[in-house]
């Protein structure tokens, strides 16, 4: 097994539209071989709001590393901050917005399901 050391720092952020803050994509096949992950750092500023979504043959973890926010999960409003995480099932979706006066880092991970073919 190789071991890659990925400079997150390095990795080119991009805007998203619809003031969806910032995403860098940190893991992924072009990075560092990943076949079967793709991870992200996700950033949100005031007024930004970032809705995942379902992807059918996936997994995704979203945790908090920095910041205060508000996820909404089926239809209710939860406070989550710094260590707080969230498993979303293949068909399951959330959104999260930044609260308070921090903007909120996210690590966003998505995991191919079992035995399908690569991201």
Same mark, same amino acid.
């Given at each position: ?27 992924? !096949?072009?990075?560092?071989?990943? @076949? ?5 750092? $996700?950033?949100?500023? @005031? *007024? @930004? ?8 043959? $996936? ?16 239809? !209710? ?22 609260? *308070? ?12 399901? @079992? ?5």
């Amino acid at each position: 097994m190789v071991t890659t050391y990925i400079d997150t720092t390095q990795c080119p952020r991009r805007e998203l539209p619809g003031r969806q803050g910032e995403v860098a994509e940190i893991v992924d !096949k072009n990075l560092c071989g990943a @076949e079967n992950v793709v991870g992200m750092l $996700r950033w949100l500023g @005031e *007024g @930004e709001r970032f809705e995942t979504e379902s992807l059918g043959d $996936r997994h995704q973890l979203i945790y908090f590393m920095e910041g205060d926010g508000v996820l909404t999960l089926e239809n !209710k409003k939860y406070p989550v901050s710094k260590g707080s995480g969230i498993y979303l099932g293949p068909s399951e979706t959330a959104g999260i917005a930044q609260a *308070g006066i921090a903007p909120v880092m996210l690590f966003h991970l998505i995991v191919r399901k @079992e035995g399908k073919n690569a991201l």
